[in-house]
Protein backbone atom coordinates (compact mmCIF):
# COMPACT_ATOMS: atom_id res chain seq x y z
CA UNK A 1 0.00 0.00 0.00
CA UNK A 2 1.43 3.46 -0.79
CA UNK A 3 0.15 6.09 1.30
CA UNK A 4 1.51 9.77 0.69
CA UNK A 5 0.68 13.68 0.35
CA UNK A 6 2.64 13.94 -2.86
CA UNK A 7 1.16 13.63 -5.64
CA UNK A 8 4.35 14.00 -7.89
CA UNK A 9 5.02 9.95 -7.06
CA UNK A 10 0.99 8.59 -8.32
CA UNK A 11 0.31 6.99 -11.54
CA UNK A 12 -1.15 8.88 -13.96
CA UNK A 13 -3.07 5.65 -15.57
CA UNK A 14 -6.84 5.57 -14.13
CA UNK A 15 -7.65 3.96 -10.98
CA UNK A 16 -10.57 1.37 -11.19
CA UNK A 17 -12.19 2.77 -7.90
CA UNK A 18 -11.73 6.05 -6.27
CA UNK A 19 -13.19 6.39 -2.72
CA UNK A 20 -13.37 10.10 -1.43
CA UNK A 21 -12.33 10.10 1.98
CA UNK A 22 -10.45 7.92 3.87
CA UNK A 23 -12.10 7.26 6.98
CA UNK A 24 -13.96 5.25 9.08
CA UNK A 25 -15.97 3.34 6.30
CA UNK A 26 -13.84 4.36 3.71
CA UNK A 27 -10.95 2.58 4.75
CA UNK A 28 -12.53 -0.75 5.11
CA UNK A 29 -14.34 -0.43 1.64
CA UNK A 30 -10.46 0.39 -0.16
CA UNK A 31 -9.26 -2.57 1.80
CA UNK A 32 -11.66 -5.22 0.48
CA UNK A 33 -11.56 -3.78 -3.46
CA UNK A 34 -7.99 -3.45 -3.47
CA UNK A 35 -7.38 -7.01 -2.94
CA UNK A 36 -8.04 -7.31 -7.32
CA UNK A 37 -8.36 -3.77 -8.35
CA UNK A 38 -6.40 -0.83 -8.46
CA UNK A 39 -8.37 1.72 -5.51
CA UNK A 40 -6.96 5.46 -5.01
CA UNK A 41 -8.18 6.76 -1.34
CA UNK A 42 -8.43 10.70 -1.53
CA UNK A 43 -8.23 11.64 2.21
CA UNK A 44 -8.03 15.84 3.50
CA UNK A 45 -6.43 14.89 6.74
CA UNK A 46 -3.26 13.56 7.61
CA UNK A 47 -1.63 10.60 7.99
CA UNK A 48 -1.46 10.34 11.89
CA UNK A 49 -0.13 6.65 12.73
CA UNK A 50 2.29 7.43 14.95
CA UNK A 51 0.21 9.61 17.35
CA UNK A 52 0.23 8.32 20.63
CA UNK A 53 -2.96 10.27 21.49
CA UNK A 54 -5.14 8.50 19.24
CA UNK A 55 -3.35 5.42 19.06
CA UNK A 56 -3.77 5.30 23.35
CA UNK A 57 -7.71 4.86 23.94
CA UNK A 58 -7.65 6.34 27.15
CA UNK A 59 -6.44 9.77 26.03
CA UNK A 60 -9.87 9.91 23.74
CA UNK A 61 -11.39 13.19 23.74
CA UNK A 62 -8.08 14.72 23.86
CA UNK A 63 -7.09 17.44 21.10
CA UNK A 64 -5.31 16.01 18.11
CA UNK A 65 -4.43 17.45 14.47
CA UNK A 66 -7.64 14.60 13.75
CA UNK A 67 -9.57 16.33 16.07
CA UNK A 68 -11.89 19.15 14.26
CA UNK A 69 -15.23 21.02 15.24
CA UNK A 70 -17.72 22.84 13.47
CA UNK A 71 -20.29 25.40 15.07
CA UNK A 72 -23.96 24.54 14.14
CA UNK A 73 -26.55 27.23 13.27
CA UNK A 74 -28.35 28.37 16.16
CA UNK A 75 -30.64 25.46 17.69
CA UNK A 76 -33.58 27.02 17.87
CA UNK A 77 -35.27 24.14 20.02
CA UNK A 78 -32.99 24.28 22.74
CA UNK A 79 -34.42 27.67 24.27
CA UNK A 80 -33.71 29.90 21.84
CA UNK A 81 -30.39 30.06 20.13
CA UNK A 82 -27.68 27.98 21.38
CA UNK A 83 -24.64 27.18 19.32
CA UNK A 84 -23.12 24.07 19.58
CA UNK A 85 -19.79 22.67 18.46
CA UNK A 86 -20.00 19.55 16.15
CA UNK A 87 -17.07 17.15 16.76
CA UNK A 88 -15.86 15.01 13.94
CA UNK A 89 -12.40 13.37 12.97
CA UNK A 90 -10.53 14.63 9.74
CA UNK A 91 -7.51 11.69 9.33
CA UNK A 92 -6.61 8.34 7.75
CA UNK A 93 -9.39 5.90 9.83
CA UNK A 94 -11.58 9.82 10.70
CA UNK A 95 -13.89 9.37 13.19
CA UNK A 96 -12.52 5.92 14.13
CA UNK A 97 -9.20 7.56 15.28
CA UNK A 98 -10.93 9.92 18.06
CA UNK A 99 -14.26 8.56 18.71
CA UNK A 100 -15.33 6.60 22.15
CA UNK A 101 -14.89 3.46 20.77
CA UNK A 102 -18.06 1.99 22.24
CA UNK A 103 -18.60 -1.52 20.50
CA UNK A 104 -22.62 -1.05 20.01
CA UNK A 105 -24.52 -2.76 17.17
CA UNK A 106 -28.23 -1.85 15.51
CA UNK A 107 -31.09 -4.46 16.79
CA UNK A 108 -32.74 -6.74 15.10
CA UNK A 109 -35.76 -4.42 15.18
CA UNK A 110 -34.18 -1.47 14.09
CA UNK A 111 -32.88 -2.96 10.91
CA UNK A 112 -36.00 -3.82 10.38
CA UNK A 113 -36.92 -0.53 10.35
CA UNK A 114 -34.32 0.54 7.82
CA UNK A 115 -35.62 -2.78 5.60
CA UNK A 116 -39.19 -1.81 5.89
CA UNK A 117 -38.41 1.81 4.56
CA UNK A 118 -37.93 0.32 1.41
CA UNK A 119 -34.36 -1.17 1.63
CA UNK A 120 -34.79 -4.59 0.90
CA UNK A 121 -31.59 -6.69 2.04
CA UNK A 122 -31.05 -4.76 4.69
CA UNK A 123 -32.71 -6.69 7.70
CA UNK A 124 -30.94 -7.86 10.71
CA UNK A 125 -30.54 -11.70 9.36
CA UNK A 126 -29.30 -10.07 6.07
CA UNK A 127 -27.09 -7.55 7.89
CA UNK A 128 -25.18 -9.80 10.86
CA UNK A 129 -22.89 -11.60 8.59
CA UNK A 130 -21.58 -8.24 7.24
CA UNK A 131 -20.92 -7.11 10.56
CA UNK A 132 -19.15 -10.35 11.95
CA UNK A 133 -16.81 -10.27 8.66
CA UNK A 134 -15.14 -7.24 9.92
CA UNK A 135 -14.54 -8.26 13.52
CA UNK A 136 -12.50 -10.40 15.74
CA UNK A 137 -14.18 -10.24 18.89
CA UNK A 138 -12.30 -10.99 21.68
CA UNK A 139 -13.86 -13.20 24.36
CA UNK A 140 -13.85 -12.43 27.86
CA UNK A 141 -10.90 -14.27 29.67
CA UNK A 142 -11.86 -15.48 33.09
CA UNK A 143 -10.70 -12.73 35.35
CA UNK A 144 -12.76 -10.71 32.56
CA UNK A 145 -15.76 -12.91 33.26
CA UNK A 146 -15.12 -13.14 37.02
CA UNK A 147 -15.62 -9.15 36.73
CA UNK A 148 -19.13 -8.81 34.97
CA UNK A 149 -18.21 -9.04 31.34
CA UNK A 150 -20.19 -11.47 29.18
CA UNK A 151 -20.70 -12.87 25.43
CA UNK A 152 -22.59 -14.94 22.97
CA UNK A 153 -19.95 -16.43 20.66
CA UNK A 154 -22.60 -17.22 17.82
CA UNK A 155 -23.22 -13.06 16.78
CA UNK A 156 -19.63 -12.23 16.75
CA UNK A 157 -16.30 -12.43 13.88
CA UNK A 158 -13.45 -14.44 14.54
CA UNK A 159 -11.43 -13.82 11.55
CA UNK A 160 -12.36 -9.43 10.80
CA UNK A 161 -9.88 -6.76 10.94
CA UNK A 162 -11.51 -5.05 14.00
CA UNK A 163 -10.85 -6.29 16.84
CA UNK A 164 -13.12 -6.15 19.59
CA UNK A 165 -12.62 -6.31 23.36
CA UNK A 166 -13.24 -5.46 27.15
CA UNK A 167 -10.14 -3.79 28.49
CA UNK A 168 -7.48 -5.20 30.23
CA UNK A 169 -7.65 -5.21 32.81
CA UNK A 170 -10.53 -5.27 33.40
CA UNK A 171 -12.09 -2.10 34.50
CA UNK A 172 -13.71 -1.25 37.61
CA UNK A 173 -15.79 -4.31 38.27
CA UNK A 174 -17.08 -2.60 41.64
CA UNK A 175 -18.53 0.15 40.37
CA UNK A 176 -19.83 -1.97 37.65
CA UNK A 177 -21.69 -4.31 39.64
CA UNK A 178 -23.30 -1.05 41.38
CA UNK A 179 -24.11 0.02 38.53
CA UNK A 180 -25.85 -2.84 37.19
CA UNK A 181 -27.87 -3.50 40.02
CA UNK A 182 -29.18 -0.11 41.26
CA UNK A 183 -30.39 -0.01 37.18
CA UNK A 184 -32.07 -3.30 37.91
CA UNK A 185 -34.22 -1.51 40.60
CA UNK A 186 -34.84 1.79 39.35
CA UNK A 187 -36.62 -0.29 35.95
CA UNK A 188 -38.57 -2.32 38.77
CA UNK A 189 -36.73 -5.37 37.06
CA UNK A 190 -38.09 -5.14 33.64
CA UNK A 191 -34.60 -4.59 32.74
CA UNK A 192 -32.06 -7.93 32.25
CA UNK A 193 -28.40 -8.68 32.22
CA UNK A 194 -27.79 -9.01 28.19
CA UNK A 195 -25.80 -11.85 27.83
CA UNK A 196 -24.70 -9.96 24.77
CA UNK A 197 -25.51 -6.32 23.56
CA UNK A 198 -24.64 -6.71 20.42
CA UNK A 199 -27.21 -10.21 19.93
CA UNK A 200 -29.65 -8.33 18.02
CA UNK A 201 -32.24 -8.44 20.55
CA UNK A 202 -33.78 -4.98 21.59
CA UNK A 203 -34.05 -2.56 24.33
CA UNK A 204 -35.24 -4.27 28.04
CA UNK A 205 -31.16 -4.86 28.98
CA UNK A 206 -27.91 -3.79 30.72
CA UNK A 207 -24.21 -5.22 30.45
CA UNK A 208 -20.65 -4.21 30.57
CA UNK A 209 -19.73 -2.84 26.68
CA UNK A 210 -16.69 -4.15 24.81
CA UNK A 211 -14.98 -1.66 22.86
CA UNK A 212 -13.14 -1.05 19.60
CA UNK A 213 -10.04 -2.33 21.50
CA UNK A 214 -7.54 -4.27 21.20
CA UNK A 215 -4.59 -5.71 23.44
CA UNK A 216 -1.52 -5.28 22.43
CA UNK A 217 0.81 -8.13 23.34
CA UNK A 218 4.47 -6.59 22.51
CA UNK A 219 3.33 -3.34 24.46
CA UNK A 220 1.13 -5.09 27.24
CA UNK A 221 -1.09 -1.88 26.48
CA UNK A 222 -5.06 -1.76 25.02
CA UNK A 223 -4.71 0.04 21.58
CA UNK A 224 -7.53 1.94 19.44
CA UNK A 225 -8.84 -0.64 16.99
CA UNK A 226 -9.62 2.51 14.50
CA UNK A 227 -10.22 1.70 10.61
CA UNK A 228 -6.89 3.07 9.55
CA UNK A 229 -5.26 0.41 12.42
CA UNK A 230 -7.75 -2.54 11.32
CA UNK A 231 -7.96 -2.46 7.46
CA UNK A 232 -5.21 -0.55 5.94
CA UNK A 233 -1.93 -0.36 8.78
CA UNK A 234 -1.20 -4.25 9.31
CA UNK A 235 1.35 -6.34 7.31
CA UNK A 236 -1.87 -8.46 6.80
CA UNK A 237 -3.42 -5.80 5.27
CA UNK A 238 -1.13 -4.58 2.26
CA UNK A 239 -2.57 -4.45 -0.63
CA UNK A 240 -0.22 -3.58 -4.07
CA UNK A 241 -3.50 -2.11 -5.41
CA UNK A 242 -4.28 0.25 -3.01
CA UNK A 243 -3.22 4.16 -3.01
CA UNK A 244 -3.93 6.42 -0.44
CA UNK A 245 -3.48 10.18 -1.15
CA UNK A 246 -3.99 12.25 2.18
CA UNK A 247 -3.52 16.36 2.81
CA UNK A 248 -5.72 16.41 -0.27
CA UNK A 249 -9.21 17.37 -0.58
CA UNK A 250 -11.92 16.27 -3.50
CA UNK A 251 -13.82 19.72 -4.49
CA UNK A 252 -15.95 17.80 -6.87
CA UNK A 253 -17.47 14.69 -8.54
CA UNK A 254 -16.43 14.73 -12.33
CA UNK A 255 -19.73 13.40 -14.62
CA UNK A 256 -21.07 12.74 -17.75
CA UNK A 257 -23.99 11.73 -19.52
CA UNK A 258 -24.29 8.01 -20.14
CA UNK A 259 -26.19 6.21 -23.09
CA UNK A 260 -28.33 5.07 -20.93
CA UNK A 261 -29.74 8.35 -19.24
CA UNK A 262 -27.86 7.73 -16.42
CA UNK A 263 -24.85 10.18 -15.03
CA UNK A 264 -21.74 8.13 -15.34
CA UNK A 265 -19.09 9.64 -12.34
CA UNK A 266 -15.85 9.62 -14.50
CA UNK A 267 -13.54 11.20 -11.41
CA UNK A 268 -12.61 13.81 -9.24
CA UNK A 269 -10.97 17.13 -8.79
CA UNK A 270 -8.51 17.28 -6.53
CA UNK A 271 -6.88 20.01 -4.69
CA UNK A 272 -4.25 19.86 -1.80
CA UNK A 273 -5.23 21.41 1.67
CA UNK A 274 -1.59 23.61 1.61
CA UNK A 275 -3.21 25.25 -1.94
CA UNK A 276 -1.73 24.83 -5.39
CA UNK A 277 -2.55 23.40 -8.39
CA UNK A 278 -5.91 20.84 -8.59
CA UNK A 279 -5.92 17.71 -10.10
CA UNK A 280 -7.75 15.68 -11.87
CA UNK A 281 -7.83 11.65 -11.51
CA UNK A 282 -9.91 9.20 -13.40
CA UNK A 283 -12.20 6.14 -12.31
CA UNK A 284 -12.49 3.35 -14.75
CA UNK A 285 -15.26 1.48 -13.15
CA UNK A 286 -16.72 3.42 -9.99
CA UNK A 287 -16.55 6.32 -7.49
CA UNK A 288 -17.37 6.01 -3.89
CA UNK A 289 -18.34 8.75 -2.18
CA UNK A 290 -17.31 8.33 2.00
CA UNK A 291 -16.46 11.23 3.18
CA UNK A 292 -18.78 11.13 5.80
CA UNK A 293 -22.66 12.45 6.92
CA UNK A 294 -21.54 16.02 7.27
CA UNK A 295 -19.27 16.55 4.17
CA UNK A 296 -20.59 14.15 1.67
CA UNK A 297 -23.89 15.87 0.84
CA UNK A 298 -21.33 19.37 0.56
CA UNK A 299 -19.41 17.03 -2.35
CA UNK A 300 -22.70 16.22 -4.07
CA UNK A 301 -24.10 19.95 -3.89
CA UNK A 302 -20.92 21.35 -5.69
CA UNK A 303 -20.90 18.72 -8.33
CA UNK A 304 -24.64 19.84 -9.21
CA UNK A 305 -26.44 16.74 -7.27
CA UNK A 306 -28.80 18.01 -5.29
CA UNK A 307 -32.06 20.52 -4.66
CA UNK A 308 -31.80 22.36 -8.00
CA UNK A 309 -33.40 25.27 -7.34
CA UNK A 310 -31.42 25.91 -4.02
CA UNK A 311 -27.92 25.08 -5.93
CA UNK A 312 -28.71 27.87 -8.49
CA UNK A 313 -29.11 30.44 -5.65
CA UNK A 314 -25.07 29.53 -5.64
CA UNK A 315 -24.19 29.51 -9.21
CA UNK A 316 -23.89 25.23 -9.08
CA UNK A 317 -25.65 23.94 -12.49
CA UNK A 318 -27.56 21.50 -11.85
CA UNK A 319 -26.79 17.84 -13.31
CA UNK A 320 -29.07 15.49 -11.28
CA UNK A 321 -32.03 16.99 -9.01
CA UNK A 322 -32.44 15.13 -5.96
CA UNK A 323 -33.78 17.31 -3.13
CA UNK A 324 -32.94 14.83 -0.61
CA UNK A 325 -29.30 15.37 -0.64
CA UNK A 326 -28.42 16.89 2.56
CA UNK A 327 -31.65 16.67 4.10
CA UNK A 328 -33.13 14.37 6.40
CA UNK A 329 -30.16 14.77 8.54
CA UNK A 330 -30.13 13.56 12.06
CA UNK A 331 -28.31 13.17 15.05
CA UNK A 332 -29.40 12.30 18.61
CA UNK A 333 -28.74 14.18 21.59
CA UNK A 334 -26.63 13.51 25.21
CA UNK A 335 -27.10 14.56 28.37
CA UNK A 336 -23.54 14.86 29.09
CA UNK A 337 -23.53 17.41 31.98
CA UNK A 338 -23.70 14.98 34.77
CA UNK A 339 -20.94 14.11 37.25
CA UNK A 340 -22.07 12.63 40.70
CA UNK A 341 -18.60 13.16 43.22
CA UNK A 342 -18.10 9.97 44.78
CA UNK A 343 -17.87 9.42 48.15
CA UNK A 344 -13.93 9.67 50.01
CA UNK A 345 -14.64 6.53 51.52
CA UNK A 346 -15.42 4.78 48.05
CA UNK A 347 -12.46 6.06 46.34
CA UNK A 348 -10.81 2.62 45.65
CA UNK A 349 -9.27 1.42 42.44
CA UNK A 350 -12.11 -0.97 41.76
CA UNK A 351 -14.22 1.89 41.80
CA UNK A 352 -12.32 4.46 39.80
CA UNK A 353 -10.28 2.08 37.68
CA UNK A 354 -7.42 3.91 38.86
CA UNK A 355 -7.20 6.71 36.83
CA UNK A 356 -7.75 4.88 33.21
CA UNK A 357 -11.53 5.84 31.88
CA UNK A 358 -12.72 4.52 29.10
CA UNK A 359 -16.71 5.70 28.34
CA UNK A 360 -19.97 3.97 29.53
CA UNK A 361 -17.93 0.64 31.41
CA UNK A 362 -21.74 -0.22 31.95
CA UNK A 363 -24.52 0.42 29.21
CA UNK A 364 -28.17 0.34 29.95
CA UNK A 365 -31.21 0.32 27.22
CA UNK A 366 -34.21 0.69 28.20
CA UNK A 367 -37.47 -0.15 26.01
CA UNK A 368 -40.32 2.63 26.00
CA UNK A 369 -42.20 0.46 28.51
CA UNK A 370 -39.70 0.36 30.82
CA UNK A 371 -38.88 4.45 30.45
CA UNK A 372 -42.53 5.37 30.55
CA UNK A 373 -44.68 2.36 31.86
CA UNK A 374 -48.06 0.92 30.02
CA UNK A 375 -49.83 5.11 29.92
CA UNK A 376 -46.74 6.91 28.59
CA UNK A 377 -45.98 4.15 25.80
CA UNK A 378 -49.98 4.71 24.93
CA UNK A 379 -49.41 7.81 24.68
CA UNK A 380 -46.02 7.97 23.11
CA UNK A 381 -46.83 5.76 20.61
CA UNK A 382 -50.08 8.08 19.60
CA UNK A 383 -47.77 11.21 19.58
CA UNK A 384 -45.70 9.48 16.63
CA UNK A 385 -48.79 8.16 14.57
CA UNK A 386 -50.50 11.73 14.78
CA UNK A 387 -47.39 13.79 14.26
CA UNK A 388 -47.22 16.69 12.08
CA UNK A 389 -44.81 17.31 9.77
CA UNK A 390 -45.23 21.18 9.65
CA UNK A 391 -41.81 22.18 11.03
CA UNK A 392 -39.96 19.45 9.11
CA UNK A 393 -41.06 20.44 6.12
CA UNK A 394 -40.87 24.27 6.79
CA UNK A 395 -37.13 23.60 7.42
CA UNK A 396 -36.26 21.54 4.87
CA UNK A 397 -35.82 18.69 7.04
CA UNK A 398 -38.01 16.46 5.07
CA UNK A 399 -38.51 16.77 1.41
CA UNK A 400 -42.66 15.95 1.75
CA UNK A 401 -44.72 15.53 4.87
CA UNK A 402 -45.02 12.12 3.97
CA UNK A 403 -41.44 11.28 4.23
CA UNK A 404 -41.71 12.54 7.78
CA UNK A 405 -44.78 10.56 8.80
CA UNK A 406 -43.55 7.31 7.55
CA UNK A 407 -40.02 7.90 9.99
CA UNK A 408 -42.86 8.30 12.85
CA UNK A 409 -44.54 5.42 12.13
CA UNK A 410 -41.35 2.96 11.74
CA UNK A 411 -40.19 4.69 15.00
CA UNK A 412 -43.63 3.79 16.97
CA UNK A 413 -43.26 -0.31 15.42
CA UNK A 414 -39.92 -0.46 16.12
CA UNK A 415 -41.30 0.71 20.12
CA UNK A 416 -43.45 -1.87 19.62
CA UNK A 417 -41.26 -4.42 18.83
CA UNK A 418 -39.22 -3.37 22.10
CA UNK A 419 -36.17 -1.03 20.57
CA UNK A 420 -34.11 0.86 22.61
CA UNK A 421 -35.80 3.90 23.62
CA UNK A 422 -32.75 5.44 25.16
CA UNK A 423 -29.56 4.71 26.25
CA UNK A 424 -27.83 5.33 29.65
CA UNK A 425 -24.59 5.06 30.12
CA UNK A 426 -21.68 4.82 33.41
CA UNK A 427 -18.40 5.66 33.28
CA UNK A 428 -16.23 5.86 36.74
CA UNK A 429 -13.51 8.91 36.69
CA UNK A 430 -10.94 10.09 39.26
CA UNK A 431 -13.26 12.03 41.50
CA UNK A 432 -16.50 11.47 40.04
CA UNK A 433 -18.82 9.08 38.56
CA UNK A 434 -20.95 10.22 35.58
CA UNK A 435 -24.11 9.21 34.26
CA UNK A 436 -25.12 9.88 30.54
CA UNK A 437 -28.35 9.38 28.90
CA UNK A 438 -28.30 9.41 25.12
CA UNK A 439 -31.68 9.83 22.68
CA UNK A 440 -31.60 6.38 20.22
CA UNK A 441 -34.41 7.64 17.44
CA UNK A 442 -34.59 11.31 17.31
CA UNK A 443 -37.69 12.35 14.89
CA UNK A 444 -35.73 16.10 14.49
CA UNK A 445 -34.83 16.17 11.42
CA UNK A 446 -32.13 18.97 10.11
CA UNK A 447 -29.98 19.98 6.60
CA UNK A 448 -26.60 20.21 5.64
CA UNK A 449 -25.58 22.54 3.01
CA UNK A 450 -22.77 24.77 1.69
CA UNK A 451 -22.88 28.35 1.44
CA UNK A 452 -19.96 28.99 -1.42
CA UNK A 453 -18.29 26.68 -3.65
CA UNK A 454 -14.83 27.00 -1.68
CA UNK A 455 -14.27 23.02 -1.08
CA UNK A 456 -11.95 24.26 2.21
CA UNK A 457 -15.38 25.64 3.95
CA UNK A 458 -17.40 24.08 6.50
CA UNK A 459 -20.63 22.75 5.96
CA UNK A 460 -23.87 25.12 7.29
CA UNK A 461 -25.28 22.16 9.76
CA UNK A 462 -28.57 22.60 11.20
CA UNK A 463 -29.43 19.58 13.61
CA UNK A 464 -33.23 21.16 14.52
CA UNK A 465 -32.32 19.45 17.89
CA UNK A 466 -35.64 19.63 19.92
CA UNK A 467 -38.42 20.63 17.45
CA UNK A 468 -40.37 17.83 17.78
CA UNK A 469 -42.11 17.91 20.76
CA UNK A 470 -41.16 13.14 20.96
CA UNK A 471 -37.51 14.76 21.29
CA UNK A 472 -38.19 16.37 24.39
CA UNK A 473 -40.24 13.91 26.05
CA UNK A 474 -38.02 10.94 25.86
CA UNK A 475 -35.17 13.19 27.12
CA UNK A 476 -37.29 14.33 30.22
CA UNK A 477 -38.06 10.48 30.56
CA UNK A 478 -34.13 9.35 30.40
CA UNK A 479 -33.50 12.65 32.71
CA UNK A 480 -35.95 11.52 35.69
CA UNK A 481 -33.60 8.49 35.70
CA UNK A 482 -30.10 9.68 35.98
CA UNK A 483 -32.27 11.61 39.23
CA UNK A 484 -33.36 8.17 40.12
CA UNK A 485 -29.54 6.35 39.67
CA UNK A 486 -27.63 9.04 42.13
CA UNK A 487 -30.54 8.27 45.10
CA UNK A 488 -30.79 4.57 44.57
CA UNK A 489 -28.40 2.22 46.40
CA UNK A 490 -26.08 0.55 45.56
CA UNK A 491 -24.56 2.90 43.28
CA UNK A 492 -25.94 6.41 45.37
CA UNK A 493 -23.34 4.62 48.17
CA UNK A 494 -20.50 5.33 46.02
CA UNK A 495 -22.15 9.32 46.00
CA UNK A 496 -21.30 11.65 48.51
CA UNK A 497 -24.67 12.34 50.55
CA UNK A 498 -25.70 15.41 48.37
CA UNK A 499 -24.17 14.25 45.15
CA UNK A 500 -27.85 15.27 43.09
CA UNK A 501 -27.85 18.91 44.87
CA UNK A 502 -24.25 19.24 43.78
CA UNK A 503 -24.94 17.71 40.55
CA UNK A 504 -27.52 19.83 39.21
CA UNK A 505 -29.34 17.43 37.83
CA UNK A 506 -32.72 18.10 39.03
CA UNK A 507 -34.03 16.48 41.71
CA UNK A 508 -36.50 13.17 42.01
CA UNK A 509 -39.49 15.07 42.38
CA UNK A 510 -38.91 17.91 40.29
CA UNK A 511 -41.54 19.28 38.19
CA UNK A 512 -41.74 18.47 33.95
CA UNK A 513 -41.36 22.12 32.97
CA UNK A 514 -38.30 22.07 35.46
CA UNK A 515 -36.89 19.00 34.18
CA UNK A 516 -37.78 20.24 30.36
CA UNK A 517 -35.46 23.33 31.29
CA UNK A 518 -32.94 21.50 32.25
CA UNK A 519 -32.79 19.59 29.41
CA UNK A 520 -33.48 21.94 26.71
CA UNK A 521 -30.52 24.03 28.56
CA UNK A 522 -27.75 21.59 29.14
CA UNK A 523 -27.54 18.79 26.56
CA UNK A 524 -25.05 18.15 23.74
CA UNK A 525 -24.73 16.73 20.61
CA UNK A 526 -24.80 13.14 20.19
CA UNK A 527 -21.70 13.20 17.29
CA UNK A 528 -23.40 10.47 15.59
CA UNK A 529 -24.69 12.46 12.28
CA UNK A 530 -26.39 10.37 10.02
CA UNK A 531 -29.00 10.43 6.90
CA UNK A 532 -27.62 13.44 5.27
CA UNK A 533 -28.17 11.16 1.85
CA UNK A 534 -30.58 8.49 3.22
CA UNK A 535 -30.80 5.07 1.38
CA UNK A 536 -34.82 5.01 1.12
CA UNK A 537 -37.60 5.38 -2.21
CA UNK A 538 -36.36 8.89 -4.17
CA UNK A 539 -39.84 9.71 -3.78
CA UNK A 540 -39.89 10.28 0.14
CA UNK A 541 -36.18 11.73 -0.68
CA UNK A 542 -33.79 9.24 -0.63
CA UNK A 543 -30.58 9.86 -2.32
CA UNK A 544 -28.88 6.26 -2.68
CA UNK A 545 -30.77 3.00 -3.96
CA UNK A 546 -30.26 -0.37 -1.57
CA UNK A 547 -27.53 -0.95 -3.64
CA UNK A 548 -26.15 2.25 -2.26
CA UNK A 549 -25.96 4.13 -5.84
CA UNK A 550 -27.04 7.39 -6.26
CA UNK A 551 -30.36 7.67 -7.94
CA UNK A 552 -29.95 8.65 -11.76
CA UNK A 553 -26.04 7.81 -12.34
CA UNK A 554 -24.44 4.61 -13.06
CA UNK A 555 -21.61 4.25 -10.95
CA UNK A 556 -21.73 6.60 -8.01
CA UNK A 557 -21.85 5.11 -4.40
CA UNK A 558 -22.63 6.10 -1.13
CA UNK A 559 -20.93 4.54 1.73
CA UNK A 560 -20.62 6.17 5.07
CA UNK A 561 -23.37 7.41 8.05
CA UNK A 562 -24.93 9.96 5.49
CA UNK A 563 -26.65 6.44 4.06
CA UNK A 564 -28.20 5.27 7.62
CA UNK A 565 -31.39 6.81 6.76
CA UNK A 566 -32.49 6.02 10.63
CA UNK A 567 -30.72 6.36 13.64
CA UNK A 568 -31.10 2.47 14.90
CA UNK A 569 -27.41 2.47 15.48
CA UNK A 570 -27.30 3.32 18.92
CA UNK A 571 -23.08 4.41 18.57
CA UNK A 572 -22.32 4.26 14.72
CA UNK A 573 -19.03 2.80 14.02
CA UNK A 574 -19.73 -1.29 14.26
CA UNK A 575 -22.72 -0.47 12.34
CA UNK A 576 -20.93 1.65 9.98
CA UNK A 577 -18.40 -1.87 9.40
CA UNK A 578 -21.24 -3.62 8.69
CA UNK A 579 -22.74 -0.94 5.86
CA UNK A 580 -18.73 -0.83 4.35
CA UNK A 581 -18.39 -4.64 3.75
CA UNK A 582 -21.82 -5.00 2.24
CA UNK A 583 -20.94 -2.27 0.33
CA UNK A 584 -18.04 -3.74 -1.20
CA UNK A 585 -19.64 -6.87 -1.60
CA UNK A 586 -22.37 -5.49 -4.23
CA UNK A 587 -19.26 -3.13 -5.97
CA UNK A 588 -17.49 -6.44 -6.61
CA UNK A 589 -20.63 -8.04 -7.48
CA UNK A 590 -21.13 -5.68 -10.18
CA UNK A 591 -17.13 -5.72 -11.34
CA UNK A 592 -18.08 -9.54 -11.70
CA UNK A 593 -20.98 -8.80 -13.86
CA UNK A 594 -19.14 -6.74 -16.65
C1 LIG B 1 -16.00 12.52 19.49
C2 LIG B 1 -16.74 11.36 18.88
C3 LIG B 1 -17.01 10.24 19.66
C4 LIG B 1 -17.69 9.15 19.12
N1 LIG B 1 -17.83 8.01 19.85
C5 LIG B 1 -18.29 6.88 19.26
C6 LIG B 1 -18.28 5.64 19.96
O1 LIG B 1 -17.88 5.57 21.11
N2 LIG B 1 -18.73 4.54 19.31
C7 LIG B 1 -19.18 4.59 18.03
O2 LIG B 1 -19.57 3.55 17.49
N3 LIG B 1 -19.21 5.76 17.34
C8 LIG B 1 -18.75 6.89 17.91
N4 LIG B 1 -18.71 8.07 17.21
C9 LIG B 1 -19.28 8.12 15.85
C10 LIG B 1 -18.41 7.52 14.75
O3 LIG B 1 -17.04 7.72 15.01
C11 LIG B 1 -18.77 8.13 13.39
O4 LIG B 1 -20.16 8.02 13.18
C12 LIG B 1 -18.06 7.43 12.25
O5 LIG B 1 -16.67 7.50 12.44
C13 LIG B 1 -18.42 8.06 10.92
O6 LIG B 1 -17.80 7.32 9.90
P1 LIG B 1 -17.90 7.75 8.37
O7 LIG B 1 -17.19 6.73 7.57
O8 LIG B 1 -19.29 8.07 8.02
O9 LIG B 1 -17.12 9.15 8.28
P2 LIG B 1 -15.72 9.58 8.87
O10 LIG B 1 -15.09 8.51 9.68
O11 LIG B 1 -15.96 10.90 9.51
O12 LIG B 1 -14.81 9.77 7.60
C14 LIG B 1 -14.96 10.80 6.67
C15 LIG B 1 -13.58 11.19 6.17
O13 LIG B 1 -13.73 11.99 5.00
C16 LIG B 1 -12.76 13.03 5.01
N5 LIG B 1 -13.24 14.10 4.14
C17 LIG B 1 -14.26 14.97 4.38
N6 LIG B 1 -14.40 15.79 3.32
C18 LIG B 1 -13.47 15.42 2.40
C19 LIG B 1 -13.12 15.90 1.09
N7 LIG B 1 -13.77 16.92 0.51
N8 LIG B 1 -12.11 15.29 0.45
C20 LIG B 1 -11.42 14.26 1.02
N9 LIG B 1 -11.70 13.79 2.25
C21 LIG B 1 -12.73 14.35 2.92
C22 LIG B 1 -12.66 13.40 6.49
O14 LIG B 1 -11.45 14.05 6.76
C23 LIG B 1 -12.80 12.04 7.18
O15 LIG B 1 -11.56 11.44 7.45
C24 LIG B 1 -18.11 9.20 17.75
C25 LIG B 1 -17.86 10.33 16.97
C26 LIG B 1 -17.17 11.41 17.51
C27 LIG B 1 -16.90 12.61 16.65
Known amino acids: ?199 GFSGGHYSSYYFHIHFNETLQVDRRSSSAWSYLYPQTQQRPGLTVLTGHLVDTILTSHGTDGNITATGVLVEPISGGTALTFNASREVVLSAGALYSPTILQRSGIGNATFLQTLGIKSILDLPGVGANFQDQTLLTNVSFPLSPSANTTNITAGGLNLLGLVITHPTAIDTLGPNGTITMDSMLRNISAEHALSVGGVVNAEAFTTHATLTADAYQIDHPFIEIFYTPGAKVLEVWAQSILPLSRGTVRINTTDPSADPVIDAQYFTTEVDIEVMVAAARRISSIAVTPPFSDLLTPTALEESGVPQVGATDEEVRQWVLSTYTPGIHAIASNS ?25 DASIVPLSVFPHTTLGLYGVAEKAADMILQAAENT
Open 1 to 199: TIITNDTSILKNAPYEYIIIGGGTTALAVANRLSVNHSVLVVERGPDLVNDEIINDPFDYGMPSPCFLQVDLTPQLGSNGTRILPFTHGSCLGGGSSINAMIGSRPTFAGMSAVEALGNPGWGWNDFLPFMQKSETFHPPNPSQLAGGANYLAVVHGFEGPVEVSFSQPFLAPAFQNAAKNTTQTIFNGAVALSPDMGD
Open 535 to 559: MMPRELGGVVSPQLLVYGTSNLRIA
